[in-house]
């Protein structure tokens, strides 16, 4: 932890760059200094409001919530001798991990919107869910220090595996085998005591030239990443916006803490610079089914309008049903019977992870 900084200074001092230590304070010296160079950091804390969990929250962590899959210890997923031995619960949490199946929060649009105000340099993400990219950050902006689902390959003899089967395979919650050699195949997840992809290293020297550095939902417990903040040069505004202090933030005089949820720290922050209405805007394009929403938005239906609906509703499905044969009928009956008697089994072996990600518990499967 980047500790050794806490004595230094105490988060009240006088700032010596900035007017204040607020993200008022930060708002001017953006625009004052003409801001160009910003360096964000961050962690599982920022997708937490999309419905993946972080690791370390006591009671909500996935760490605290890893009993059900067989783990001598927590941090064990994430270890590659214990993934050689049986890597059934890392496909299990990955399974729910996996891209695709959450919205980016306002926090990633956040930084899409930096980026689209030409302002971002670099942003150092530990997420593996892989929602910057989704939210519009290009790849060649992001280092991801700790890997993501992106690509996969043998754990023995490194063969790559082919994206599609990959997909397929975690979906069923299958372990999946290389195709050479029959080795474990595992994403590109930088596990614990491997290194981190030379990405981080290449890119770590930008930290000198950020003339501002952001960082939002991490525990900064994890080295080498949890090292970042320190790179920043003196005299250059740190942002922590966070549910806790950590890594010694705060203890530089033009350090600020935006202490609490994160997306209302985010928006705080967007407030101030007056970009409130275009950060929303950013993020609305992330909105899976903008239709959807539209439609929800949209004015209530007359009651004669209500009522022609439900009409044209049950219509359709009497249509439905008489146009179904017996055998259909029976297959689909047969069909529901199979489904029924999975999901009772995966309800009573099951991932395990219901209640750390409820959406298991509606939909057991995708
Ligand atoms: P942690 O779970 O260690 O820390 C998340 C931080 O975000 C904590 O300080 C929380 O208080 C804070 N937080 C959570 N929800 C928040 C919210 N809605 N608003 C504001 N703050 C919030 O996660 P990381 O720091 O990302 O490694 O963990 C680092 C690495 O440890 C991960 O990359 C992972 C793990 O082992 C791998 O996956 C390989």
Redesign the pocket.
């Known amino acids: 932890m980047g500790n050794e900084e806490s004595t230094m200074v105490d988060d009240k001092a006088a700032p010596s760059v900035l007017e204040a230590r607020s993200v008022e304070g930060v708002a001017k010296y953006i625009k004052e200094h003409n801001v160009k160079k910003v360096v964000l950091m961050v962690?599982?804390?920022i997708s937490?409001?999309a419905g993946i969990p972080?690791?370390?929250?006591p009671d909500t962590?996935i760490y605290a919530n890893l009993a059900a899959l067989d783990l001598p210890y927590p941090?064990a997923v994430?270890e590659i001798g214990f993934f050689r031995e049986n890597p059934k619960p890392f496909y299990a949490l990955a399974h729910e991990l996996y891209p695709g199946r959450y919205r980016p929060t306002i926090a990633h649009s956040l930084i899409k919107l930096i980026y689209d105000k030409g302002m971002l340099l670099k942003h150092f993400t530990?997420?593996?869910d892989c929602l910057e990219r989704q939210a519009g950050v290009p790849g060649n902006k992001i280092v991801e220090a700790?890997g993501s689902f992106a690509t996969q390959r043998c754990i023995d003899c490194r063969e790559p595996f082919p994206d599609d089967e990959m997909h397929k395979m975690v979906s069923e919650s299958e372990v999946p085998h290389c195709v050479k050699c029959n080795g474990l195949v595992k994403p590109d997840?930088?596990?614990f005591g491997e290194a981190l992809p030379s990405d981080f290293f290449e890119n770590r020297h930008l930290l000198e030239e950020a003339d501002l550095c952001i960082v939002m939902?991490?525990?900064?417990?994890?080295q080498p990443?949890a090292s970042l903040p320190q790179g920043i040069r003196p005299g250059v505004p740190r942002v922590l916006?966070?549910?806790?202090r950590?890594g010694g933030l705060g203890s530089r005089k033009d350090d600020v803490l935006v202490l609490?949820?994160?997306?209302a720290g985010v928006r705080k922050f967007a407030e101030a610079m007056g970009w409130a209405e275009e950060l929303e805007a950013v993020w609305e394009e992330t909105n899976p089914d903008p239709k959807a929403r539209a439609e929800e938005d949209a004015p209530p239906l007359t009651r004669d309008e209500r009522l022609q609906e439900e009409v044209d509703r049950l219509t359709e499905e009497i249509d439905r049903s008489l146009a179904l044969t017996d055998a259909y009928q029976n297959k689909v009956r047969d069909k529901l019977e199979i489904h029924e008697g999975e999901e009772e089994a995966h309800r009573q072996s099951g991932s395990g992870l219901a209640h750390v990600f409820p959406h298991l518990a509606r939909k057991p499967s995708h």
């Open positions: 962690g599982a804390g937490t409001s972080d690791f370390r929250s962590g941090e994430f530990q997420n593996i700790h997840i930088v596990f939902g991490t525990s900064l417990c994890v990443f916006i966070n549910m806790e950590v609490g949820d994160c997306d």
